[in-house]
């Protein structure tokens, strides 16, 4: 990770906090997730976008991963399998940019997801994530089972907080 995305990635966070500070309603931000790009499934009128539900993200399958982060100790994340959404809107993905609340993306490779069984955890320890704590979704992939392949400043820029939305490339 280069320097520069090392402080995005700090300013992101600081943004994070105070925005959590400054607004309740954004601290409890709701669990939902736009889709677009190569998904053979929408649901707006422009039939661009799926956009997921708090009650249809809850209906997935929940898969757990207990694995710490640079920003948690070891924890117990929840929610459903990135791939499991993906199949949700009918994506040919070879990659997804993940969109966040305060407008940082990040692209991550579809199959390396799977490889690994990334979730898009939308709890920790069972509890609620929120803006101010990595919410609404946060991309988490198993660190703590693949040390050599998951650590490091190139594998940290996987882990995606604050996720609202994703393009399917």
């Known amino acids: 990770m280069t320097a520069a995305m ?3 990635r700090i300013l992101r ?22 889709v677009q790009g190569m998904i053979g499934r929408t649901n707006d009128p422009d039939h661009s976008v799926y956009h997921i539900s708090e009650a249809e993200l809850l209906k997935l399958p929940v898969h757990t991963i207990t694995t710490s982060t640079t920003w948690t100790p070891k924890s117990t994340f929840s929610g459903p399998l990135l791939g499991d959404v993906l199949k ?6 070879d990659s997804i940019e993940l969109r ?5 993306s990040y692209t991550v490779s579809a199959r390396e997801a799977e490889r690994y069984g990334a979730i898009l955890a939308y709890s920790r320890n069972g509890v609620r994530l929120t803006v101010s704590n990595f919410g ?11 040390p050599s392949e998951l650590s490091g400043s190139a594998a ?5 907080w604050q996720i609202k939305a994703m393009v399917v490339k």
């Open 6 to 8: 090392t402080q995005q």
């Open 13 to 34: 966070a600081l943004a994070a906090s105070l925005l959590a500070l400054l607004s309740p309603a954004a601290s409890a931000a709701p669990l939902a997730l736009d």
């Open 136 to 146: 609404p979704l946060f991309l988490i992939y198993p660190r703590d089972a693949y």
């Open 88 to 93: 949700l809107v009918d994506a040919r993905a």
């Open 100 to 104: 966040t609340i305060d407008d940082y």
């Open 156 to 160: 940290e820029a996987k882990f995606v």
